[in-house]
Structure formats: C-alpha cells, structure tokens
C-alpha cells in the first residue's frame, strides 16, 4: 500500500449527501476481483449521458459537461469534498478503488458510511471528518476560487489553505501509523515477521511433535 504522508491537489465539490457506493462505482462494473480498472466508471451514471461497458473508454462515452467532474476547472482534482453519509449503501471495497485510480488522495467529508470508512484506511484513501460548518465554508471557496487546492498534512494532522490558515483534523494512532507508512493489515502482520518467526521456533521447542507430519500428542485423539 502507499505510504501517505503529506499531500497537495486540486478539490473537487461533490455537493450531495447521502451519496452511495452503487453511485461511485455502479455493480454492472464489478466483474473484476483486480484493484485496477475501475477509475473510468467512477460516478458513471453522472459522468456519462449513455450506460458504457466494460472495457469502453471515456473517450467514447458521451459525457455529461454540467457534472462537476468534467467541468475543465476541476480535471486533475486530487481531493474529493463531500457532503454528509458520504460511501453509504454496499460494503463494495471497489468504491475506495475506483476513487483511487481517478486520482484522489482524500476525501472531506462531515460523516462517512462505517464499512466505507474502513475500506478507505485498508487501502490508502484519507478520510477526513470535519464539522458540517467547516465543510460548508470549503464548498463556498472551492465554488468561488477557481484553482482551490489544499494541502492534507497527516504528518501534523492539519488542512492547510492557499491562504496559510489550517485545519486539524483527528485520525485513530493506529490508523494514522497504518497510513504513514503504507501498512495494509497483511502489511502490520509482516513488520512483526521476526517475532513470529522467534515465537514459531520457542512453540515447537516445546512441542516438538508438531514438527512430526501427522503425530499427535500423547492421549489426543485420533
């Protein structure tokens, strides 16, 4: 998993609640178990203006120019402003992917969907929560400023503006640790490999009829 540490990019306003994991990536683009190939059908039944399949580039697509992801100021955004419940509906893990391989590093939001949540740490996507007064004030400058971009500090835990001014924001130890150093739950295992490998070995020390294919200890069953 990549490491996020300190990131900076454009904000796109996504200026809906309630926006579920079907809408992000829609189930018909679900036949892969890959974590590639799913940015093109992000937001697909906003984006596009025909229904698409699988394998068809948004060059052939006929866009949809009034969604906030095709107008021209927004192409390129890196973080994803959100209104509340944001990745509610399915536990589909394919959401957070296709968010990802469109390009965004984060994501602002007053409330996120729990399972989403999660899957946004599991895979490197920074959620942010922030109060829906602070969220509101974003959308204003990001509608007003053309070229409004943010740097998201997980280092500091801070937001900072074109301005200068910041934001803080709270993430969980763990997870903040997990995001910093690219760490997936396979990835935590693995750091502690040599104190699993040290416990393996003092286990079959004692036990050494483990190691004897098919023995059991005296009196276990059959």
Known sequence: MRAFQVEAGLVAPMDRANVDTDQIIPKQFLKSIKRTGFGDNLFDAWRFLDEGDIGVTPNERRINHDFVLNQPRYQ?????????????????????????????VAVIAPSFADIFFENCFKNGLLPIVLDEVTVSDLFVRVQQEEGFALTVDL??????????????????????????????????????????????AQHLARCPWLAAEGAAPSGADA
């Not at 419940?85 to 968010?99: D, I, K, Q």
């Open 155 to 200: 280092l500091r835990q801070r937001i900072v503006q074109p301005d200068g001014g910041e934001i803080a924001f709270e993430v969980a130890p763990m997870r903040r640790r997990k995001l910093l150093e690219g760490l997936d739950d396979i990835g935590l295992t693995l750091a502690q490999a040599e104190r699993i490998r040290a416990f393996e």
């Open 76 to 104: 390129g955004a890196r973080v994803l402003l959100a209104r509340h419940n944001f990745g509610c509906g399915s536990s589909r893990e394919h959401a957070v992917w296709a968010l990802m391989e469109y390009g965004f």
